[in-house]
């Protein structure tokens, strides 16, 4: 069974642009969690969307949106990217509520 | 609120020492899980266990074992005889009814396994 992938892998940006980061999940889970590591604040939990639905979100700006599809592929969106963006964010998806998550390894942004 | 506390931000150790990571975690809520998280160089968090919160039974998978007590909010974690494949930042996480999915981490425990 394949595990969690995302893409790109390695992103730099500028200030000012957007970015938009994509996570295909384990087949078969509908949950999808997007969570942002720095070595600052640490993981820190962005959204979580089940079956094409928002369910939770963090405290997160505006600025950081995401959307799921119908076949549970997620992207998340970050727009007027700021330097303390750069970050490594981390998919995880989930069969079932509650029991364990299974990440991707990570899309590292760097915001110049 | 809930928060997860993990006061060792790194531990060096030497091969097959035992060693503990602890975890603290505070939560009103009665139903909660708990979890615990290996991120290796490579970066991708790879999961270890979770736990209920009905569930106080300690576990153990090999060299690792688990240690839950509701009376202490605690939830630490043993590796016994350590291996330098065990080096790594090792994160306790919490999630609580209600919320979902959402983890709330703690800021991890940098384990050094020196050969």
Known sequence: ?112 | AQKVTQAQTEISVVEKEDVTLDCVYETRDTTYYLFWYKQPPSGELVFLIRRNSFDEQNEISGRYSWNFQKSTSSFNFTITASQVVDSAVYFCALSHSGGYNKLIFGAGTRLAVHP
């Open chain 1, 1 to 112: 069974k394949a595990g969690v992938t995302q893409t790109p892998r390695y992103l730099i940006k500028t200030r000012g642009q957007q970015v938009t980061l994509s996570c295909s999940p384990i087949s078969g889970h509908r949950s999808v969690s997007w969570y942002q590591q720095t070595p600052g604040q640490g993981l820190q939990f962005l959204f979580e969307y089940f079956s094409e639905t928002q369910r939770n979100k963090g405290n997160f700006p505006g600025r950081f949106s995401g959307r799921q599809f119908s076949n549970s592929r997620s992207e998340m969106n970050v727009s007027t990217l700021e330097l303390g963006d750069s970050a490594l964010y981390l998919c995880a998806s989930a069969g079932t509520t509650y029991n364990e998550q299974f990440f991707g390894p990570g899309t590292r942004l760097t915001v110049l």
